[in-house]
DNA sequence: CTAGGGTTAG
């Protein structure tokens, strides 16, 4: 008779089997020839192999044969589903428990509310949170964290910290869970806020909350707190695995260092796809479109496959840099060697790719006839921005006009159209533009930069005073833009509409957000340190323009990240060659 | 017998 528990054979050859579902179908065969066909156990394990398979069809299939499952059973089902992102059978498996009367527990609960936060699953997940109430597991420490990042995750960011404060022992996890709530909803500052905060109660962070705060970082182009969290790794000798060494990569990328993302890059034991991706992406940003290529190819060479994410990079990478040959070449290999089917995201690649190399017949006739169901608006408004850059009159206003018939309430698009009638002179259609978007109500989106002294970030809005320091940071504006008049800066005509109230638009050009951030950093930092700025939107040509001049009367390098890449200023040039 | 929080683009 076979002995039974973890020594039996037929445990040992589900082991053996491990997550594939061929040798695991083999093995279930055996286990009905030999009778082991209705051990509950071995049925268990059966299930979460076949979870870790991949293959929900056959979970599905197995339950639906299991004559008597209980409530480990379904723990186990439920655990693994949701963590194998089979959000919704994990759900539909919590409710046949509860029809099966067994009582969920705090594991069952973690599971299932994991499947809902990974759903977005607000009003399910209410019921189930009351579920957790009325089962007396309201205050388990693992319930409360899955509940935190439940509403964090369906944007209840209020309900969430609620819940955080209220928990009377908050561990690593909990901490975790909230500062990764702030940070995945794009508020790193609460984030890093919440981190410094839970520093000083002498909470020790892990190497999670190294991964979540350094994307805040990377979020913010916090490059001091970076550093700082850097040091803590080696300090602590926390293993720097793939998720923690990307983490660092895209910090350090994003932060204007790709030197030392590269040293990360070149340090780590085991890379995957992700880690090369943020590579490729960060090279991309800096403009260094030949290094992104090539670590593209090495990729292959070292067997790694790229996926859609990582064609995103690369082609972005070579549109920034001008590569058009390379682009072309790799978008084509897409589908020919990798079998990857190119998406929008691609699409708009190609076409800003052509559209900056100022073959726009090219980006045209790639929509037309490469994109074969109705373009998406993203696609137009590459195509747009390069009409805007090569002052292409005709096609723009055309392509914007399409634009608007698709999104009439998409700001952005007015205030492109606005720009290039202003480029043509017609003041006219300006000014008729700049009224639909009044009487439509549509406001532009408000432009904000961010600059890091001391590990800590500041803010700066379009004409802020909000600053303590407001006085002497904008005369300070003020006496630096005179010298620069005074080197040669002429600054750009002010019909070009950048704002929409009247107001505003005096203002505008003077005391944009990252000339506000520059004056700030010049005053704050010692002689011969970079100044770093992030900025939300892209820069306008005005602020590009002087930034050059700032670099050079200040004898300053600038790093400006805006909305898509990195600009360098040094010595009155800068890296992105004034196309961006 | 199990648990909660983590990386890449635009």
Redesign the pocket.
């Given at each position: 008779m076979e002995q039974k528990g973890h020594h039996s054979p037929s445990y040992q050859a589900l082991i053996k089997a491990g997550p594939r579902l061929k040798p695991l179908q083999q093995v279930q065969a055996r286990l009905v020839v030999s009778g082991f066909g209705r051990s509950r156990?071995l049925l268990?394990k059966l299930l979460s192999l076949a979870c870790a398979a991949g293959s929900i069809a056959y979970v599905r299939r197995l339950f639906f044969f299991i004559p008597n499952p209980d409530a480990?059973l379904f723990?186990?089902l439920i655990?693994q589903t949701?963590?194998f992102s089979f959000s919704i059978d994990s759900l539909l498996f919590y409710r046949r428990m509860i029809l099966s009367k067994f009582s969920p527990?705090?594991?069952t609960f973690?599971?299932v509310i994991?499947s809902c936060?990974d759903l977005s699953a607000l009003k399910l997940g209410r019921v189930i949170h009351t579920h957790v109430f009325v089962r007396g597991y309201g205050l388990?420490?693992?319930v409360q964290?899955?509940l935190v990042?439940f509403y964090a995750k369906s944007c209840n960011l209020s309900v969430a910290r609620k819940l955080f404060d209220k928990m009377p022992e908050k561990?690593?996890?909990?901490w975790?869970?909230m500062i990764?709530g702030y940070e995945?909803n794009g508020f790193a500052k609460e984030a890093t806020g919440l981190f410094y905060l839970m520093r000083d109660l002498s909470v020790k962070p892990?190497?999670?909350?190294c991964?979540?705060v350094l994307?805040a970082c990377?979020q913010l182009g916090a490059i001091g707190l970076g550093r700082w969290v850097h040091e803590y790794i080696v300090a602590q000798a926390l293993d720097v695995?793939?998720?923690?060494g990307?983490?660092l990569i895209?910090m350090y990328a994003r932060c204007g260092q790709v030197g030392k993302a590269r040293e990360v890059f070149d340090s780590m034991t085991e890379i995957?796809?992700?880690?090369w991706?943020?590579m490729i992406?960060g090279y991309?940003?800096h403009g260094y479109g030949t290094q992104a290529v090539e670590l593209f190819h090495q990729m292959r060479v070292h067997g790694r496959r790229p996926?859609?994410?990582?064609f995103?990079?690369v082609l972005?990478a070579c549109a920034h840099a001008g590569l058009v040959h390379e682009g072309r070449q790799i978008f084509k290999s897409m589908r020919q060697e990798y079998g990857l089917m190119p998406v929008v995201?691609h699409h708009?690649c190609m076409v800003d790719m052509f559209g900056r190399a100022g073959l726009l017949n090219e980006a045209y006739v790639f929509i037309k006839e490469v994109i074969r169901e109705r373009p998406a608006p993203a696609v137009w408004t590459a195509m747009l921005g390069a009409c805007k850059m090569h002052k292409n009159f005709d096609m723009g206003v055309e392509v914007a006009e399409h634009l608007l018939s698709v999104e009439p309430e998409n700001p952005g698009h007015y205030v492109m159209l606005s720009n290039i009638y202003a480029l043509a002179g017609r003041m006219d259609h300006v000014e008729m533009v700049r009224n639909i978007m009044i009487r439509k109500s549509l406001k532009k989106q408000v432009g904000y930069s961010t600059i890091e002294v001391d590990q800590r970030t500041y803010l700066f809005s379009m004409g802020d005073k909000s600053h303590p320091d407001t006085h002497e940071i904008f005369q300070y504006l003020d006496e630096l833009m005179s010298r620069c008049r005074e080197a040669g800066y002429v600054p750009e005509s002010e019909w070009v509409m950048h704002e929409v109230e009247e107001e505003e638009r005096e203002y505008a050009l003077r005391y944009h957000s990252e000339k506000l951030a520059i004056a700030f950093g010049l005053l704050r930092s010692s002689h011969g340190m970079t100044i770093r700025i992030v900025k939300n939107l892209r820069m306008c040509e005005d602020c590009h323009s002087a930034i050059k001049f700032i670099s050079v009367i200040t004898n300053r390098e600038i790093i400006v990240r805006d909305k898509l890449r990195f600009h360098h200023f040094k010595g009155g040039s800068c890296s992105c060659l004034d196309y961006w």
């Amino acid at each position: 008779m076979e002995q039974k528990g973890h020594h039996s054979p037929s445990y040992q050859a589900l082991i053996k089997a491990g997550p594939r579902l061929k040798p695991l179908q083999q093995v279930q065969a055996r286990l009905v020839v030999s009778g082991f066909g209705r051990s509950r156990s071995l049925l268990t394990k059966l299930l979460s192999l076949a979870c870790a398979a991949g293959s929900i069809a056959y979970v599905r299939r197995l339950f639906f044969f299991i004559p008597n499952p209980d409530a480990f059973l379904f723990d186990t089902l439920i655990k693994q589903t949701s963590k194998f992102s089979f959000s919704i059978d994990s759900l539909l498996f919590y409710r046949r428990m509860i029809l099966s009367k067994f009582s969920p527990s705090n594991y069952t609960f973690t599971a299932v509310i994991k499947s809902c936060a990974d759903l977005s699953a607000l009003k399910l997940g209410r019921v189930i949170h009351t579920h957790v109430f009325v089962r007396g597991y309201g205050l388990d420490v693992h319930v409360q964290a899955a509940l935190v990042s439940f509403y964090a995750k369906s944007c209840n960011l209020s309900v969430a910290r609620k819940l955080f404060d209220k928990m009377p022992e908050k561990t690593v996890v909990s901490w975790n869970s909230m500062i990764s709530g702030y940070e995945q909803n794009g508020f790193a500052k609460e984030a890093t806020g919440l981190f410094y905060l839970m520093r000083d109660l002498s909470v020790k962070p892990d190497s999670t909350t190294c991964v979540i705060v350094l994307s805040a970082c990377a979020q913010l182009g916090a490059i001091g707190l970076g550093r700082w969290v850097h040091e803590y790794i080696v300090a602590q000798a926390l293993d720097v695995n793939v998720v923690l060494g990307t983490s660092l990569i895209n910090m350090y990328a994003r932060c204007g260092q790709v030197g030392k993302a590269r040293e990360v890059f070149d340090s780590m034991t085991e890379i995957n796809v992700v880690a090369w991706t943020a590579m490729i992406s960060g090279y991309g940003m800096h403009g260094y479109g030949t290094q992104a290529v090539e670590l593209f190819h090495q990729m292959r060479v070292h067997g790694r496959r790229p996926n859609s994410v990582t064609f995103v990079a690369v082609l972005s990478a070579c549109a920034h840099a001008g590569l058009v040959h390379e682009g072309r070449q790799i978008f084509k290999s897409m589908r020919q060697e990798y079998g990857l089917m190119p998406v929008v995201e691609h699409h708009v690649c190609m076409v800003d790719m052509f559209g900056r190399a100022g073959l726009l017949n090219e980006a045209y006739v790639f929509i037309k006839e490469v994109i074969r169901e109705r373009p998406a608006p993203a696609v137009w408004t590459a195509m747009l921005g390069a009409c805007k850059m090569h002052k292409n009159f005709d096609m723009g206003v055309e392509v914007a006009e399409h634009l608007l018939s698709v999104e009439p309430e998409n700001p952005g698009h007015y205030v492109m159209l606005s720009n290039i009638y202003a480029l043509a002179g017609r003041m006219d259609h300006v000014e008729m533009v700049r009224n639909i978007m009044i009487r439509k109500s549509l406001k532009k989106q408000v432009g904000y930069s961010t600059i890091e002294v001391d590990q800590r970030t500041y803010l700066f809005s379009m004409g802020d005073k909000s600053h303590p320091d407001t006085h002497e940071i904008f005369q300070y504006l003020d006496e630096l833009m005179s010298r620069c008049r005074e080197a040669g800066y002429v600054p750009e005509s002010e019909w070009v509409m950048h704002e929409v109230e009247e107001e505003e638009r005096e203002y505008a050009l003077r005391y944009h957000s990252e000339k506000l951030a520059i004056a700030f950093g010049l005053l704050r930092s010692s002689h011969g340190m970079t100044i770093r700025i992030v900025k939300n939107l892209r820069m306008c040509e005005d602020c590009h323009s002087a930034i050059k001049f700032i670099s050079v009367i200040t004898n300053r390098e600038i790093i400006v990240r805006d909305k898509l890449r990195f600009h360098h200023f040094k010595g009155g040039s800068c890296s992105c060659l004034d196309y961006w």
